[in-house]
């Protein structure tokens, strides 16, 4: 199973809004509702951050959105923040395995 | 709160075995479906296996299966991976991690495998 397509770096400056995009296919992030997104600070384990598209767990700042257009899932977060420096991973449901992740991307906050 | 810790990692030898357990607390193990979920040194995440909450099953990625078994002992709140074959291409850390909502609610703090000769 292919990993799910991200960009390997964003950056963005304080304040600022940025969008992280995850491109799949139908058998996945295009034909269920079951995308979600994980923060990981080096050395550490990952968090959920947002999940079933577009749903925040208790405690995730509501600078913290989720969105998804056919085969294409985002994540956006607003005002942006010195601790969002991070690297960030999309993963899906898929037909043929029940999880696939994206190859992850590294949010730099300048 | 929900704890995940991961122990049984360590430096093994291509071609040798090992066990991870992680124990649960916290929360309703025997309800919970769990993850194995690893990451090499340097790159992404990658799911590894899953299974059911009452161990009836399992699902395996494809870089894994025939090698490793995911297990469980709800009695002892504790999950298994069983890891064959070790190839140095499995050097990771190994992640325990809780499904809730077909998400990765919960995770461990990792432990590391190192398969080196």
């Known amino acids: 199973q292919s990993a799910l397509t991200q960009p390997a770096s964003v950056s963005g400056s304080p304040g600022q809004s940025i969008t992280i995009s995850c491109i799949g296919t139908?058998?996945?992030?295009?034909?269920?509702?079951?995308v979600s997104w994980y923060q990981q600070y080096p050395g550490k384990a990952p968090k959920l951050m947002i999940y079933e598209i577009s749903n925040r767990p208790s405690g995730v700042s509501n600078r913290f959105s989720g969105s998804k257009s056919g085969n294409t899932a985002s994540l956006t977060i607003s005002g942006l923040q010195a601790e969002d420096e991070a690297d960030y991973y999309c993963s899906s449901y898929t037909n043929r395995n029940p999880r696939v992740f994206g190859g992850g991307t590294k949010l730099t906050v300048l | 709160q929900v704890q995940l810790v991961e122990s049984g990692g360590g430096v093994v030898q291509p071609g040798r075995s090992l066990r991870l357990s992680c124990a649960a607390s916290?929360?309703?193990?025997?309800?919970?479906?769990m993850h194995w979920v690893r990451q090499a040194p340097g790159r992404g995440l990658e799911w590894v296996t899953l299974l059911s909450y009452d161990g009836s099953i399992t699902y395996y990625a494809d870089s894994v299966r025939g090698r490793f078994t995911i297990s469980r002992d709800n009695s002892k709140n504790t999950l298994y991976l069983q890891m064959n074959s070790l190839r140095p291409e499995d050097t990771a850390v190994y992640y325990c991690?809780?499904?809730?909502?077909?998400?990765?609610?919960?995770w461990g703090q990792g432990t590391l495998v190192t398969v080196s000769s």
């Open positions: 991690v809780r499904d809730r909502a077909m998400s990765f609610d919960s």
């Open positions: 916290g929360f309703t193990f025997s309800s919970s479906p």
């Open positions: 139908s058998t996945d992030v295009g034909g269920y509702t079951h």
